[in-house]
């Protein structure tokens, strides 16, 4: 069994959390949370987005898709 968690159970920012999370040994997935997709959430993924693929090793990721669904 995989425990899968959300990215956002500090508060903090998505690499805030991994870096929180990496520590929980028995956490094996964090689902990247996307309730919304605006201008403040895509400059913060462009920003952080190479840490995460830092944490590909460690955590199975999927995603939250915001609602609803834009082209963008």
């Not at 998505?14 to 956490?27: A, G, H, I, K, P």
């Not at 990247?32 to 913060?44: H, I, K, N, Q, W």
């Amino acid at each position: 069994m995989i425990c899968t968690v959300p990215s956002w159970v500090i508060p903090g920012t998505y690499v805030e959390n991994l870096d929180f999370l990496s520590r929980q040994q028995t956490v094996a997935g964090v689902e990247l949370l996307f309730y919304l997709y605006d201008a403040e959430t895509e400059a913060l993924l462009d920003t952080e987005l190479p840490k995460i693929k830092e944490y590909a090793d460690r955590f199975v990721f999927t995603v939250h898709m915001p609602d609803p669904l834009k082209a963008e």
